[in-house]
């Protein structure tokens, strides 16, 4: 069946680093723009970035530009996360999920905490 | 880029209808065709119930409709059911190539 699988979340300080990864499986990985959307505790959905089947569209939120890369390996099925600079307000639910314009598919999700 | 306004509850009775708004602009949910509507469970993750503006996905009920006027989108959801409690989240493309989305609903069924 079509699943994602989020992983790489946990604690980090402020200023530290964090990637997260995602596996795709059951449907033709390389066919599919991804996205990346967050969940703050208590908070309703951000959009965080997406990234087109040949990784050559990229578009990030202004909250985390030039913070945060995405990037894909379809040899993989993977969908990445680097994330630098982390702040406070980052802290969140993180998403991995399929399309563009649409979310149809979405992963359970990986938890990322920054704090000292 | 703003979050598009959605209220923060809306309740009804099993049986009735209710509307969820989400209001945007020219540059987002009024410009574009790639409106979709989110139900999220506690704990759980979203699950698209309506993309572009109207349309539902395969084993989505058609208690679900969307709709949209102007810079206004709507979801209706008819003959609630106690299941359907949940937040409800609309996002739409934008002119910026980003994606932007409502801060959330909260549904009771009272």
């Known amino acids: 069946q079509v699943q994602l699988v989020e992983s790489g979340g946990g604690l980090v300080k402020p200023g530290g680093s964090l990637r997260l990864s995602c596996a795709a499986s059951?449907?033709?990985?390389?066919?599919?723009?991804m996205s990346w959307i967050r969940q703050a505790p208590g908070k309703g959905l951000e959009w965080v970035s997406y990234?087109?089947?040949?990784?050559?569209?990229?578009y990030y939120a202004d909250s985390v530009k030039g913070r945060f890369t995405i990037s894909r390996d379809n040899a993989k099925n993977s969908l990445y996360l680097q994330m630098n600079s982390l702040r406070a307000e980052d802290t969140a639910v993180y998403y991995c999920?399929?399309?563009?314009?649409?979310?149809?598919?979405w992963g359970q999700g990986t938890t990322v905490t920054v704090s000292s | 880029q703003s979050a598009l306004t959605q209220p923060a509850s809306v309740s009804g009775s099993p049986g009735q209808s209710i509307t969820i708004s989400c209001t945007g602009t020219?540059?987002?949910?009024?410009?574009?065709?790639?409106v979709s509507w989110y139900q999220q469970h506690p704990g759980k993750a979203p699950k698209l119930m309506i993309y572009?503006?109207?349309n539902r996905p395969s084993g989505v009920p058609d208690r679900f409709s969307g709709s949209k006027s102007g810079n206004t989108a709507s979801l209706t959801i008819s003959g609630l059911q106690a299941e359907d409690e949940a937040d409800y989240y609309c996002?739409?493309?934008?002119?910026?190539?980003?994606?932007?989305f409502g801060g959330g609903t909260k549904v009771t069924v009272l």
């Open positions: 990234i087109s089947s040949g990784d050559t569209t990229i």
């Open positions: 020219s540059s987002d949910v009024g410009g574009y065709k790639y």
């Open positions: 999920a399929r399309g563009r314009f649409t979310s149809g598919v």
């Open positions: 996002s739409s493309y934008t002119s910026s190539s980003t994606r932007v």
């Open positions: 572009e503006v109207s």
């Open positions: 059951g449907f033709t990985f390389s066919d599919y723009y």
